[in-house]
Nanobody, 114 residues
Framework: QVQLVESGGGLVQAGGSLRLSCAAS????????MGWYRQAPGKQRDLVAT???????NYADSVKGRFTISRDNAKNTVYLQMNSLKPEDTAVYYC????????WGQGTQVTVSS
């Protein structure tokens, strides 16, 4: 059983930065692809970024050039560095892992004030 635990959310002013972390535990070696999704109130959950085991990265157009996904395999942790934050980035951010099964974290709130 894999568990994903996010941290690092909070309140920040527009133009600021936050770094989200997602720590994987359990049989986390089975996870090959890690990613981040976000869900704003009243909207669907959308993909933000993914990172494969071979280092390939993919970003939503809305965050390209501002967000960076990275991974520390020794710590079984994936990060999302978010710079130049905008009010429209406000959402609950969820960590996602794919391997033999797919897993979700519990989410962390990010609020960007204007």
């Amino acid at each position: 059983q894999v568990q994903l635990v996010e941290s690092g959310g909070g309140l920040v002013q527009a133009g600021g930065s936050l770094r989200l972390s997602c720590a994987a535990s359990g049989t986390s070696f089975s996870i090959n692809v890690m990613g981040w999704y976000r869900q704003a109130p009243g909207k669907q959950r959308d993909l933000v970024a993914t990172l494969t085991g071979d280092g390939s990265r993919n970003y939503a157009d809305s965050v390209k050039g501002r967000f960076t996904i990275s991974r520390d395999n020794a710590k079984n942790t994936v990060y999302l560095q978010m710079n130049s934050l905008k009010p429209e980035d406000t959402a609950v951010y969820y960590c996602r892992g794919w391997g033999s099964a797919a897993y979700w974290g519990q989410g962390t709130q990010v609020t960007v004030s204007s």
